[in-house]
């Protein structure tokens, strides 16, 4: 197979109409530049080049063989451009995975403003609803960032985010929902909206109350902490939702928890020399985790 220097020698040649020349362009020598040629006729095995008294032509071999020369030589220069813009963090692409519930309010504002400054860089996002999922899709090589609570089992790069609230939900006119805050306590023997085992809330919240020796009564599940809000401000019990995932408009009381209830959010680093993933993780970590001021009007102290 020819080498990319004996296109690049033929391309070179044919420009300049000249050996000479053509060596002066590449940087080499004339020798060096007539080993090319040699190489890339005893490959095809005709003669891509004729030699005249003044200068060289392109026989019809060569003419046959230049125009895809030169399309092989500029899919290199992008393939260079464009490992360069990555390496920059300028571009390439970045494949993103995220708790569904931080979606909303923590990256996509994040990579509003990140795309904006890095128009070239291509996203693919998945969305879960378990930590221990974003560890398994970082393991696997499927994803390069994952955002979301801390795993149960997770061993690699991590870059800390900041700790999200999990507050309860309630409808207005709940017997509860003139408290200042609620205890885990105080939910014992209420309708609980409950997450599918699926999401990885269901085992933290159940442990969370197994600590304190409280069971829920689960007066049914779903599978997204926004739904359990919504559930929860239509009166079919109480949820317990993390701040990130509760609406501004959402037409509920909200109540925090003491002792408070509330869980560390991270980055999971694929590859954590990688420019992309760098940029990444520090916009998401200036962002950081904080309670919209909506949503903090609605919590008393």
Known sequence: MPTLRALEALVAVVDAGSITEAAARLHMSQPALSHQLAALEREIGAPVVERLPRGVRPTA??????????LALA???RAVAGGRATARGEGGQLRLACAESLTAGLLAPVLRGWL???????????????????????????????????????????????????????????PLADRDHLTLGQLRDQPLIHYHPD???????????????VEFTVAMRTRQAATAAQLAAAGVGIALVPTTAVSAGLPAALRRLRPELSREIVCLLGTPG??????????????????????????TP
Request: aromatic letters at 2%.
């Open 116 to 174: 904006r400054r890095n128009p070239l860089v291509r996203l693919a996002l998945t969305e879960t609803t378990s930590a221990d999922e974003l560890a398994r899709l970082i393991d696997s090589g499927a994803v390069d960032l994952a955002i979301g609570p801390r795993p149960s089992r997770w061993t690699g790069g991590t870059e800390v985010v900041g700790v999200e609230e999990i507050v309860a939900v309630l409808p207005h006119d709940h």
């Open 75 to 77: 899919a290199v220069d």
């Open 199 to 213: 999401n990885g809330l269901a085992g933290w919240l159940d442990a969370q109350a197994a600590r304190r020796e």
């Open 61 to 70: 071999v060569g003419r046959s063989v230049l125009a895809d020369a030169r």
């Open 274 to 299: 990688d420019p992309l993933v760098r940029a990444c993780t520090a916009a998401i970590q200036r962002r950081g985790i904080s309670i919209p001021a909506a949503i903090a009007t609605k919590l």
